[in-house]
Every structure is written in C-alpha cells, then in structure tokens.
C-alpha cells in the first residue's frame, strides 16, 4: 500500500494536475488563529483558504479526496466563523475530511469530534507537547486519522530542526500508539527525492518503518509560488510523484521483510514461552 500523498492549494487548476499525476488528497488550509506568532520566525507557509476555496476545488477534482484544515477549537470572533461554522460549511462544500490543528486537552477534541457528526472523517494534527502528553485518552474518542504536525510540536518542545523529533522517539513512541488503537497516521512533509534538508528517501523510508499511511508532499515539491507556467507544474507533479512511488517500491520490499520477521519472532517467542 502507497503512502497516500496530500499537496495544500487552493488553486482549482493546481489541483486538477496534482489529481491527474496522482495526489490522493487536496489540502485546503483555512488554518490562520495564532499561526503567524507561533512560526513567525520559521520559513513555512501560512495560508488562509476559505471555505469558497473549498467549494471551488471540490467541483474541480473527481478523485482526489478534499481535506480541510479548519483553526483550533473558538468561538466566532470578530466577523470570523466559529469552529462549527467552519466544519459545517466545509462539509457542505465538499470536504471528505477536516483536519483539527493546535489542540491542547481531550475537551477541545470531543468538541471537534461531535461538531462533525460522522458527515465526514477526523483528522487530528497532534503538534502541541500537550497533545502528546494527553494522547491516551484522547485515542479512546472516535478518531479516523491521526498526523504528527512536526513544525509547531519541534517548536513546542525547543528543538532546532523538526527532524529531531524522528531521532529522540517521539514520532515512533506516538506511532506505536496509533497503530495499537488500528488508527491510520502520518508525519511531516517530504520533498522530491533528493531535496531537503533531511533527503526525502530517508523520510519516504521512516514511513515505512514507522508504518504511516500518508505523507503533506512540502512546498518546495513543487511552489507554484515561483513556477508559474502549467505546463513546467505538470511535468514537475508527474515526474516528482512517479519517483517517489517507484522509491515506495524499494522500501516496501524491506518494510515487508521488517514486518514478516517482527511477526515470526512473536510466533515462536509466544511458542517457547507456551
């Protein structure tokens, strides 16, 4: 099984091409409450889509699934919706999935989680030290999805590079929690192969051995930002997204043998202790 790709645009004609080169998901983010001064000194994207956005791409795609990022848990303020406005009209625009960013206690999720109303699947974006520390009971609520946002859980602990969090346990101890409870995860953002800091194929290979199921394709995949001719966009979806999935296959091969062998240990451990 691939790992589900998902690019953030809210560009109708961007999302026909990623759709069309094999993006599973597109990512509306209406994401903007506390952004800006939590990542204000980082290089990352702050987007405000709306929920025209979501309507718009929705009626573009035909097999690429809609998610929305809607703002943590608040009442309406200030001429802005409130989280139920923001869930309702995203699902009456077409989003399959609402993601809920920046939570920090189990009463903010079952809040989101009733707000949606099993009309759409739950995504959690687990990215505050507080998340992970209430992660237990958080997991006994009715989740579809669950994702490790690396930015902002890297900054809620002090760490330099969001990376750190794959090397000191972090994302595997909260993995082997997810994958307990039989919730589909994912983690961070990859480039095309052999960009980033961290080279895409070493993320692409952690998936696998972590067992996610989805990956954010990042920015500098492809920043229409700086591309502005259609055609250049294509053919940078279409051949980034071909080089991942026949990496996939690389790693899926070893991922196998990694999960096969886990297996046939517990087997015979279980045998011998009887």
Known sequence: MSLKLMYVTNRPEI????????????FIDMEFIGKAERQGTMDTVQNHHTLDDVKRVSDAITKAEVLVRINPIHEAMDGFSSSKEEVDGAIANGAKIIMLPYFKTVDEVTKFVGMVAGRARTMLLVETPEAVDLIDDILELNIDEIYI???????????KFMFELLTDGT??????????????????GIASLGKGLLPAEKIIAEHYRLGSS???????????????????VSSTFLNGIREIREYEQKVAIHSDFFLNNKKSVEEVVKSICG
């Open 15 to 26: 999302a026909q091409i990623a759709e069309s080169a094999g993006v599973d998901r597109v």
């Open 149 to 159: 946002g690396l930015n902002d859980l890297s900054l809620g602990y002090g760490m």
């Open 171 to 188: 994302v595997e101890d909260l993995c082997y929690k997810f994958r307990k409870k039989g919730i589909p995860y994912g983690f961070g």
């Open 214 to 232: 989805c990956a954010i394709l990042s920015r500098s995949f492809c920043n229409v930002d700086k591309i502005y001719h259609l055609g250049v």
